[in-house]
């Protein structure tokens, strides 16, 4: 079974730092993308920034220059590097990965999500 499990989240001042994580474990051959969303109350669950399995980024208008993927194939891990947060960036954000768990079959994976809160 696949799981995704994150960590990193909590209350920080405006203009602060934070760092997530996302480990993957279980059985799987390969992970292909892997993706930060979040959803503030009330709100869709937005795409925050993508990474392919080579490396290739992707961000959403909100937090280009601020927020920063990253990934470690070798530990399953992929990391969201957040600076000068905001008060709007305040959401529970969650981890997205499409893992291949055979040579035939891949599946859309989530995390549980995490809480970070902005104050101001």
Do not use: H
């Amino acid at each position: 079974q696949v799981q995704l499990v994150e960590s990193g989240g909590g209350l920080v001042q405006a203009g602060g730092s934070l760092r997530l994580s996302c480990a993957a474990s279980g059985t799987f051959f390969n992970i292909n993308a892997m993706a930060w969303y979040r959803q503030a109350p009330g709100k869709q669950r937005d795409l925050v920034a993508s990474i392919t399995g080579g490396g290739r980024t992707n961000y959403g208008d909100s937090v280009k220059g601020r927020f920063t993927i990253s990934r470690d194939n070798a530990k399953n891990t992929v990391y969201l590097q957040m600076n000068n947060l905001r008060p709007e960036d305040t959401a529970v954000y969650y981890c997205n990965a499409q893992i291949m768990t055979t040579l035939l079959r891949s599946g859309n994976y989530w995390g549980q999500g995490t809480q970070v809160t902005v104050s101001s």
